[in-house]
């Protein structure tokens, strides 16, 4: 009797365990589709199990400029103030999966050159606002600062976020502080770290 229970908790446990262990995702971007210098008509959208909103593919370092280099391969995704104006904040939600754990991702702030394939690096700071499943309430928010390398170049920082930010179903992204405005400011990221659970 003993044992027929003590294999049927170490069978619940062992699936429990499988089930909630999620995939391992890293997004970053270079399999999309990009054309070189016009990234407002190139939607990320749903990527790897992700909805990125507001988010366009940019082909990075065309013409032989690099000031605004990719953290892996040459694209990147990007918002600047054509995604403000037409469609809204920016946001990674859970789009074809239930839950994720956001672990880390690069970013850089450009100025907006409308295009911003060639903008030239700035200081900003960039807010990450963490809601769990099933809230509307805002969970945690994270604020990460981006300090050019030089004034006309710059690789991407790494933001790593808490352990505590597991289950989540949405992280809104905003920039509010930099260089010229909030407006006038190009986001880019690239190489996003997350555990996604189907």
Known sequence: ?????????????????????????????????GIPAVSEINPVGSYKGLKYNSLDILQTGVLGIS??????????AA???????ATGGVSIAADTVKYFDLQSLYFLCAVDTVSSAVGVPEECSVAFTAYK???????????????????????????????????????????????????LTALLIDTVSYKSYN
Do not use: C
């Open 67 to 76: 000031g605004t280099p990719a953290q892996s391969g040459n694209q990147v």
């Open 133 to 183: 499943k099933g809230s509307d309430v805002a969970y945690d928010t994270f604020n990460a600062q981006f300090n050019p390398d030089t004034a006309l170049s710059s690789k991407m920082h790494k933001v790593e976020f808490p352990v505590s930010w597991f289950g989540l179903e949405k992280v809104d992204v905003a920039v509010v502080s930099a260089a010229t405005t909030e407006t």
């Open 1 to 33: 009797m003993f044992s027929s229970f003590a294999f049927v908790s170490l069978l619940s446990l062992a699936s429990a365990t499988f089930i909630n262990r999620g995939t391992q995702q890293v997004a970053t971007f270079d399999d999309l589709t």
């Open 79 to 85: 918002a600047s103030i054509t995604n403000y104006l």
